[in-house]
T-cell receptor, first 113, second 117 residues
Framework: DAKTTQPTSMDCAEGRAANLPCNHS???????VYWYRQIHSQGPQYIIH???NNETNEMASLIITEDRKSSTLILPHATLRDTAVYYC??????????????FGQGTELSVKP | DSGVTQTPKHLITATGQRVTLRCSPR?????VYWYQQSLDQGLQFLIQ???????AKGNILERFSAQQFPDLHSELNLSSLELGDSALYFC????????????????FGEGSRLTVL
């Protein structure tokens, strides 16, 4: 699975959009970009994933560059409850790859009042 | 609530002992994954089972073993415990293997916190 690079930490003001970048320059054509978050010692929570196109759900938007070498997770109106560690993960879709997620260090997002 | 149940939530034991952590996946999920999270190592993938068979292995020590039973629940056995085994152990489940037309989301339990004294 391709390696990802994320900033160690970020701050965001409550009510503003939080834009979390991720670099995955070695991503291959059959690999998806997944985002998970972990709120202090709780189990990681799925946010969103995508392959090529931008995606949006009730939690967030995912913007993937045309060359797929980087992506941005957008939380449109961050709240204090969004304070968490956010993980960007590249994951193979090939059957025999098993589907496991390999977590990096993630970005610690602090939403401040 | 992810639907994944882990027991016990907390466990305190001594070095050299053996413990068993249990995981009940979401109803219908065939894949179970185990992860270890310690302060200095982050989330480390240990092992995955799919429908009773080992599917992928990560950084799992030889002192650790796991299995998935016919009813799809899984157990992680940790033996000859050392201080460094103190960590949060997470179980996750997913419907099937990636690439089978399923989103492949992993749903994580709330973890079992193991403290080795």
């Amino acid at each position: 699975d391709a390696k990802t690079t994320q900033p160690t930490s970020m701050d965001c003001a409550e009510g503003r959009a939080a834009n979390l970048p991720c670099n995955h320059s070695t991503i291959s054509g059959n690999e998806y970009v997944y985002w998970y978050r972990q709120i202090h010692s709780q189990g990681p929570q799925y946010i969103i994933h995508g392959l090529k196109n931008n995606e949006t759900n009730e939690m967030a938007s995912l913007i993937i560059t045309e060359d797929r070498k980087s992506s941005t997770l957008i939380l449109p109106h961050a709240t204090l409850r969004d304070t968490a560690v956010y993980y960007c993960i590249v994951r193979s879709s090939i059957y025999n790859q098993g589907g496991k997620l390999i977590f990096g260090q993630g970005t610690e997002l602090s939403v401040k009042p | 609530d992810s639907g994944v149940t882990q027991t016990p939530k907390h466990l305190i034991t001594a070095t050299g002992q053996r413990v068993t952590l249990r995981c009940s996946p979401r109803s219908g999920d065939l894949s179970v994954y185990w992860y270890q999270q310690s302060l200095d190592q982050g989330l480390q993938f240990l092992i995955q089972y799919y429908n009773g068979e080992e599917r992928a292995k990560g950084n799992i020590l030889e002192r650790f073993s796991a299995q998935q039973f016919p009813d799809l629940h899984s157990e992680l056995n940790l033996s000859s415990l050392e201080l460094g085994d103190s960590a949060l152990y997470f179980c996750a489940s997913s419907v099937a293997l990636a690439g089978q037309g399923i989103t492949g989301e992993l749903f994580f339990g709330e973890g079992s916190r193991l403290t080795v004294l």
